[in-house]
Structure formats: C-alpha cells, structure tokens
C-alpha cells in the first residue's frame, strides 16, 4: 500500500468515533423511529383495506427517514471536517433545502443506468434475428456482463455512498455529477479501497451490535422469567428487540399475551432494534463523510 493511501484510510478508521457525536445520533433515531410508526400505521391501514392511505403513510414514512439521513448527514460532515457541529434543527432546515439535491444526481445517475440496460435489452431481443442473432449474442452476452457488473460495481462504491456526501460539503447537483464523472475516470480503484474499508467497518460494527442486542436480550429475557418471575414468554420478550411489533407478532404465529405488560415489552424491545440499527448506519454515514474528503483533498 502507498503511504498516499495511508493517511485517508486511517481517516476512514477513524470514522468508527461516530456514535460519538450525540446531535447525529439523535437526529438518525429520532427520524428512524417516526418512520417506523409511520410504517405502523400503513400496516393498520392496509389491514382495514384502506389501500391509498397506506401508500400516504408509506410515502411519508420515505420521506422521514430520507430527510433525516440527510440532517444526520450535515452533522457527521461538520464532525469530519473539524467544524462545530450544527444543532438538529438547523441540520433538518438544510437537509430540506439540499435534500433535492441528492435526489436529482441518484435519478441522473440511475437514469444513466437504466439507459444502458434498455440498449443491452434491445441488443438481446435483436439476437432472435436469423443469421447475425448467434454472432451478435456472443458478442452481446460477455459484454452484457461486464457492463451491467460494473455499473453495480459503480453504484455501490462511488454514486450510492459519496453523492450524498457531496451535497452535504456544499456541492449542487450538476457539481455532484461532475465530482462522480472525475472519481469514475480517474480515482476509482482508490475510491473502492477506502469504501471497502467502510464497508468493512460497518459489517463489523453490525456484528458486534448484534452480538450485544442477542446476548444481552437472551439473559435479560432469562433473567425476567426465572429470576424476577415475569410473566411472558420468552419469544414475546425478544420480539420488540428483533424489529416486531404487536402485528409482526401475531403474524409470526405467537399471539400478543399480558396486556400492558406484553406491550410494554415490545415498545423497550423496539426502542433496542432502533438503536441497534442506528449505531452502524451512523459509522457507515460517517465513513462515506471520511471518503468524500479524502478524496477531495486528495485532488
């Protein structure tokens, strides 16, 4: 490894102090847990055949976790550059008034994308034609591949983690399709090093998360049942933290039992698997903020 390439990727290491910045981390769950009762509601909606009013709170619920992503984003950025950290409410203000920004470069980006299966789409059907459709097909086919395998590629480690980060340092859209154009021609290899090391650094936050929820969650359930005599199952006391509400609950086929009591537990459980799920994506956020500057220092 060059020494070029040490002194961002240990930026990018140190991106796991991200849970450390208490604004962002309670703007992430605040937005995940508004989204998640939004979700709740589209569920009862549904289950009352109340179709477009469930797509409103689904709608609604996309929107919350979207803008609050972006809010938390602004505030992991000003921790990565050394800057004051804004308050939450002026981190959503900005993110509603820059959130489009991300918006338009994604759907230019997927635009780009889309555009190119629709050719390789046409390519294929052409391949029915008599007489050029073998030749054409052995041409088509490999290149199909490694065009639609490396525009994923591309997605994954440079469009989905920096566009987003390019707005929140202050670019528009047309700056961050310019800013992904340059990395693409000219810094990719580089780009997907330092993003393997954040992907990396998620998965093992991920696993180390999951390890605390689970064993915490199996001694506390052991604990209210045998030792403080409580009186609910075990897989009821664990759903809440395993991402179930009182519908998931029903429908995984273990019915709703102790009344205020079961219920709370679903709520405390609940209130786990939001942080749990809060934790890795602020690392991940974080990362992709240790990435962009990188690389843009870098230039």
Known sequence: MTTSLLVPLTRVLASVDAPRNLRALYALLAGFCAAGLLLAMAQSALARDQGLLSALWVGLALAVAFFSVNATGLMLMDQARGLPVRDPQDALSD???????????????LALAGAAALVLAGLLWATHWPVVGAPLLAVVLPAGVLVLGGISFVLVVLVGPLAGPAVWAGRRSAGVLVFLRERLRHGLPETAL?????????????????????????????LAILGAGVELPANQ??????GLGPRGLGASGVPLQGGALGLAALIGGGVVFAIALVLPTLVWLRGCCAVYLAVTEAE
């Open 194 to 222: 330092l993003m393997a090391a954040v992907y990396l650094m998620t998965a093992l936050a991920t696993a180390a998360v999951s390890f605390v929820v689970v064993s915490g969650g199996r001694m506390v359930a052991g």
């Open 95 to 109: 993110a509603l008034r820059s959130g489009h920004r991300v918006l338009l470069a994604l759907l230019a980006c």
């Open 237 to 242: 006391l664990l759903a809440g933290v395993m």
